[in-house]
């Protein structure tokens, strides 16, 4: 199992960006992934999460409509939209498989750094 995000960056105030997780090594469509993200001198904080069917989606409340999530199947490929950025969204952003679609989490990516600051 294998799990690569990719799409942060250094973004201004207000900015966008796609997060991508390009996963491999498992039936991807399967299982529920999950968006994780960790701020800088605090802990894990799960984002948002997605069945493998794409049929049911959960965010956290301080990113309700303001990110996205969203996958592809025929790709394995995971991804987050996030709009409207804050500098207080500055964090690793990671996917994690989710065993349960309770966060219960068994593999998880390197992550991806986004910075929000002008």
């Known amino acids: 199992v294998q799990l690569v995000e990719s799409g942060g960056g250094l973004v201004q105030p207000g900015g966008s960006l796609r997060l991508s997780c390009a996963a491999s090594?498992?039936?991807?469509?399967?299982?529920?992934m999950s968006w994780v993200r960790q701020a800088p001198g605090k802990g894990l904080e799960w984002v948002s999460d997605?069945?493998?069917?794409?049929?049911?989606?959960n965010y956290v409340d301080f990113v309700k409509g303001r990110f996205t999530i969203s996958r592809d199947n025929s790709k394995s490929t995971l991804y987050l939209q996030i709009n409207s950025l804050k500098p207080e969204v500055t964090s690793m952003f990671y996917c994690?498989?989710?065993?349960?679609?309770?966060?219960?989490?068994?593999?998880w990516g390197q992550g991806t750094l986004v910075t929000v600051s002008s």
């Open positions: 090594g498992f039936t991807f469509s399967s299982y529920y």
């Open positions: 994690a498989r989710d065993l349960t679609g309770l966060c219960g989490y068994d593999y």
């Open positions: 997605m069945a493998g069917d794409g049929g049911r989606t």
